[in-house]
Nanobody, 115 residues
Framework: QVYLAESGGGLVQPGGSLRLSCVPS????????MGWYRQAPGKQREFVAG???????NYEDSVKGRFSISRGDGDNTVYLQMNSLKPDDTGVYYC?????????WGQGSQVTVSS
């Protein structure tokens, strides 16, 4: 069984920054992809960012230029750095990992952007 432990959510003012972390129970190098989805109240879960085995990245259009996903150096962690946060970024952020045809999910981190 694969577990993903998330941390780093919170309350921030518009224009502020947060960094989410996702630590899997096995090596990050095993996965074909890791990243985040988010779900705002009353909306469907949507893709936010992905980090792939070939070290390429992909972002949802509304976060391009503001969010950055990376794999840590030796700490078995994937990070999502979120800058210039907007109220529309509010939601529960779920870390995901794709491996052997399956998807695994973290417990979710609440991100609230409000003044």
């Amino acid at each position: 069984q694969v577990y993903l432990a998330e941390s780093g959510g919170g309350l921030v003012q518009p224009g502020g920054s947060l960094r989410l972390s996702c630590v899997p129970s096995i090596s990050v190098f095993i996965f074909n992809a890791m990243g985040w989805y988010r779900q705002a109240p009353g909306k469907q879960r949507e893709f936010v960012a992905g980090f792939y085995k070939n070290e390429s990245t992909n972002y949802e259009d509304s976060v391009k230029g503001r969010f950055s996903i990376s794999r840590g150096d030796g700490d078995n962690t994937v990070y999502l750095q979120m800058n210039s946060l907007k109220p529309d970024d509010t939601g529960v952020y779920y870390c995901f990992a794709n491996w052997a045809g399956g998807y695994y999910w973290g417990q979710g981190s609440q991100v609230t952007v409000s003044s």
